[in-house]
């Protein structure tokens, strides 16, 4: 609607109603966009204690008595993620309270360079099991659990290490052996394909800031789903 002033020339009319549509495309932007926090940075994380109730969830699946970790020491991550479908998702991870930082500022950067992530649920919506969460291509962290074939604690029993999108990450074994088995399309590292993580990529470089390793870098056999404050 064109603004009536009385007694303005056309010209004061014209730049008059040109500042108006301006005005209003302002406006227009900014409730699109939510606040100008939102608008710049768009991701998010929460970190936040074990909440009794989530305790009582993680007992006998991700965590047990005589864990190399008591509960009091993990925290709870709730971040943003960019999703295999386009969109923006919340997930969770539970981790070490001294690697909480590291973990929000690689997802902060992951989240900033558009990397995709399948899902992000805590392990125990797989009851603890290692194997089914790898093979629903979910992204985890905290799982007191040994190393495979080994008595040995994992760097995850730690909360100091995550997986990350198993299914197009694998591992595979010196002798060949993939896990999880989806994900041999994947063993062939020279593709780029949505999820995938490679030795020049941003999410390597966002962890190698953070201080922790990336298991594609091993010697023998390669994980290229994990990364961990320890590099093992």
Avoid at 72 to 87: C, P, T, V
Avoid at 112 to 127: A, C, E, N, Q, S
Wanted: hydrophobic share 35%.
């Amino acid at each position: 609607m064109t603004p009536t002033v009385r007694g303005a020339s056309p010209r004061r009319l014209a730049f008059a109603t040109r500042c108006m549509i301006v005005a209003l495309t302002v406006i227009t932007l900014l409730s699109a966009a939510g606040s100008p926090s939102q608008a710049a940075e768009g991701f998010g994380a929460r970190v936040s204690r074990i909440s009794p109730q989530l305790k009582e969830r993680m007992t006998g699946k991700s965590w047990h008595r005589g864990c190399p970790v008591p509960i009091r020491r993990l925290r709870l991550i709730n971040a943003s993620y960019h999703g295999f479908d386009g969109e923006a998702h919340r997930g969770r991870l539970v981790a070490h309270k001294d690697a909480v930082d590291a973990l929000v500022r690689s997802l902060r950067s992951m989240y900033r360079k558009g990397f995709k992530i399948r899902k992000m649920f805590l392990v125990d919506h797989y009851d603890g099991n290692d194997r089914r969460s790898m093979r629903a291509d979910n992204t985890s962290a905290f799982n007191c659990r040994r190393v495979s074939g080994t008595d040995r604690w994992s760097e995850h029993a730690y909360g100091r290490a995550i997986d990350i999108n198993p299914v197009e990450n694998p591992y595979v074994a010196s002798n060949g052996r993939v896990s999880p088995r989806r994900g041999a399309p994947y063993v062939d590292r020279s593709q780029h394909k949505k999820g995938m993580i490679h030795r020049r990529g941003a999410t390597v470089r966002a962890f190698a800031r953070a201080g922790w390793g990336w298991g594609g870098n091993w010697n023998s056999s390669k994980d290229y789903q994990h990364f961990s404050a320890s590099g093992h």
